[in-house]
């Protein structure tokens, strides 16, 4: 004997989405949480990537280490650890949370404001990206000159959307 199921799932879900909708400050709760995780997933994203340029950097240093001057050589590890640093910051960064009794509520302008730092950290990591790639691919050709201006301006400017990420959320 088949036995129908007593409630229709997708039903419960229409009637408590109905039943949720009555409550004041609900729908803005639930646009404030849907932007919070847009943030981790575009944070995601760039620490997935970030890791990536990590990887080629260190294997351009590796390949070419013999070649470059000590002062060189001492710039690119300076540049790395700075990296590893910044990816651990996006990776714990807040999520623009607040405490329940806190005085004043993150609004959803505040998060999409997080969420177009997130699109500057990706811009910035994309220069990264792009140097480190190019360094890489001369390294294996044998050409493992440093290319330190170019990657320090992208660190340097990867961290400081970092902080400016992270003064909002002190401020």
């Known amino acids: 004997m088949n036995r129908e ?47 990536l340029t990590l990887g080629r950097l260190e294997r351009a240093l590796g390949t070419a280490v013999r070649s470059l001057a000590p002062a060189d050589v001492e710039s690119a590890d300076r540049a790395l650890r700075t990296l590893g640093r910044d990816r ?17 509520k993150i609004q959803s302008h505040e998060l999409d404001g997080l969420l177009a730092l997130d699109a500057q950290l990706w811009a910035a990591l994309e220069a990264l990206d792009r140097a ?20 320090e301006d992208a660190v340097r400017e990867l961290e400081e959307v970092l902080d400016e990420r992270e003064s909002t959320l002190r401020s």
């Open 132 to 151: 480190a790639a190019a360094w890489d691919e001369a390294a294996r050709q044998g050409n493992g000159t440093w290319p330190g201006k170019e990657i």
């Open 5 to 51: 199921p007593v409630l229709d799932p997708s039903g419960l879900a229409r009637a408590v989405q109905r039943m949720a909708s009555i409550i004041p400050g609900y729908s803005g709760y639930k646009d404030r949480e849907r932007l919070r995780e847009e943030d981790r997933a575009v944070r995601d994203a760039v620490v997935r990537q970030l890791g």
């Open 88 to 104: 651990d910051r996006i990776r714990f960064a807040p999520a623009g949370y607040s405490s329940l009794f806190a005085r004043k």
